[in-house]
């Protein structure tokens, strides 16, 4: 299947087409949201969306777009999104979905009063109501606009969609929980020899990759908080978590997303032949205990081998397990007698495994490294330990400021970080929880938004200074993130 690369070349016309209108569309649609019909910008958005449109009718007659579950299709062929684009195009699907609109067409040329008409039509909709679609019809007919048709999006029945963010929130959470609860179980068969229920695993990795289509915040939240007490369970299945938004964002489909969770999810399975001393010891290794350590990956992928019925999927694990610490140029473990390449599963899962170790907890690991930090490594150590394609796209998902962050603003104010833009230009503004003090407590305040700008546009209200150890002031900051 090669449209499933995620690389591609610039002569695929769909694509580019494609990728032009979405991107102005989009642009002018979060517009509508802050300027009035009348402000210049809006008209300069408006004219830049106008001319792609109008080129596209010239050119290829007429331009649809259409959203099927987490893939856009334009004139019918499927859009293949580049790394560089997916913010975009994710921005853009969760606002289609919002307002449960899954189709755009336009049959002739349109002029920029008629596009106008349609972007407010559709940023004034409300959230969640199934039959937007026929408002805006309505609406268009009774403009004698003829040439823009929407449609409603279409929805797979097995998909388990929760509108509600709190229902969100709360099957994220739920996810987590199981999947943290499986690792447990899965650990434990694996000491008594029992045969492992992958059934479930599988289940779960696909709740996983569900909820993170809809609710990427919680769950890279659940995996940025670094306060629980069992490290290694922990470990397992935030490096899931990692793995699958990060496939996510550069076009893995979606049934291959469950595949890339549960690789994810076992890929330190060796680790359960390593004796509890050495793996939990706090001081120096020994040579000999060192190379135990190393053993890992092979021992991962003899027992994910032995598991027949894992079927196609048990390949993949076994890179995953295999190359997770073989490095991008293949210097790290173990050392191969014949350099191969490694597989995309296998790069991706090093570059979870590498963060998650690294922002492990105080109680682990006497300096944590910020994040900030982490990021600067992984860039740095970009060509040799890591896929350089990768480390970009992870690092924009991850941000300057984590979700869960503590940080301090301009106004003296503390907060916690709790969404990240998707627009890369404003990746240091992202949504804040205000922290207020009282009673010799911190509690939840106003949620803010840093994008925001004083009265007059000219100055931002509120500017990220640093970050702050949320020990330091005895934060529970999942507390204020989930
Ligand atoms: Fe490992
Ligand atoms: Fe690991």
């Not at 291959?256 to 010891?281: A, Y």
């Not at 500017?463 to 204020?480: G, H, M, Q, R, S």
Request: charged share 30%; with cysteine; hydrophobic share 35%.
């Amino acid at each position: 299947m090669p449209e499933e690369k995620p690389t591609l070349d610039h002569e695929h016309l769909p694509t580019k087409l494609g990728t032009e209108f979405v991107t102005k569309f989009y642009r002018l649609l979060k517009g509508t949201t802050v300027y009035d019909r009348k402000n210049a910008i809006i008209d300069r958005l408006t004219q830049e969306c106008l001319q792609v449109i109008n080129g596209i009718i010239q050119s290829e007659g007429h331009l649809f777009l259409k959203i099927v579950r987490d893939n856009f299709f334009f004139n019918n062929i499927r859009i293949l999104v580049k790394a560089d684009k997916y913010p975009i195009f994710k921005a853009f699907w969760q606002e289609m979905k919002r307002r449960w609109i899954g189709e755009v067409e336009f049959s002739s040329e349109v002029k920029g009063d008629q596009l106008k008409d349609l972007v407010y039509l559709l940023s004034g909709l409300e959230e969640n109501n199934e039959s937007n679609y026929l408002y805006v019809k309505k609406q268009l007919e009774f403009r004698n606009i003829e040439s823009i048709h929407v449609g409603k999006l279409e929805f797979f029945k097995d998909e388990e969609i929760y509108i509600d963010s709190e229902d969100r929130k709360k099957y994220s959470k739920e996810v987590y929980f199981k999947s943290l609860g499986l690792v447990k179980e899965v650990v434990e068969s694996i000491n008594q020899q029992k045969a492992l229920n992958i059934r479930k695993a599988k289940r779960l990795m696909q709740n996983a990759v569900n909820a993170i289509m809809q609710d990427e915040s919680t769950l890279l939240g659940l995996a940025n908080i670094k306060n629980y007490d069992e490290y290694t369970f922990n470990h397992s299945v935030n490096v899931a978590i990692y793995a699958i938004a990060l496939g996510q964002r550069i076009g893995i489909p979606k049934k291959e997303l469950s595949h890339l969770g549960m690789t994810g999810l076992f890929h330190d399975m060796g680790k359960t032949r390593i004796p509890k001393e050495i793996l939990n010891k706090t001081g120096k290794l020994s040579p000999e205990e060192w190379s135990m350590m190393r053993s890992h990956p092979i021992a991962g992928a003899e027992l994910i081998m032995r598991m027949k019925e894992w079927g196609e999927l048990s390949t993949r694990m076994m890179s995953g397990a295999f190359e997770h610490h073989l490095r991008y140029d293949l210097t790290g473990y173990p050392k191969l007698t014949r350099k191969k390449k490694t597989t995309l599963f296998g790069r991706i899962v090093t570059i979870a495994d590498f963060y998650d170790a690294l922002v492990r907890p105080r109680v682990y690991n006497r300096y944590p490294y910020v994040s900030e930090k982490i990021l600067g490594i992984m860039l740095e150590r970009s060509g040799k330990d890591f896929d350089p394609s990768l480390v970009k796209v992870f690092i924009n998902m991850i941000g300057v400021f984590p979700l869960g962050t503590l940080v301090l603003l301009n106004t003296n104010e503390m907060g916690i970080v709790t969404q990240i833009h998707e627009d890369t230009e404003l990746i240091d503004r992202p949504k804040v929880c205000l922290l207020q003090y009282s009673d010799g407590e911190y509690r939840k305040g106003q949620a803010v938004d840093l994008r925001e700008m004083e009265e007059g546009g000219q100055h931002f209200k509120r500017t990220i200074v640093k970050t702050l150890d949320p020990n330091e002031y005895n934060i529970n900051v999942a507390e204020f993130l989930i």
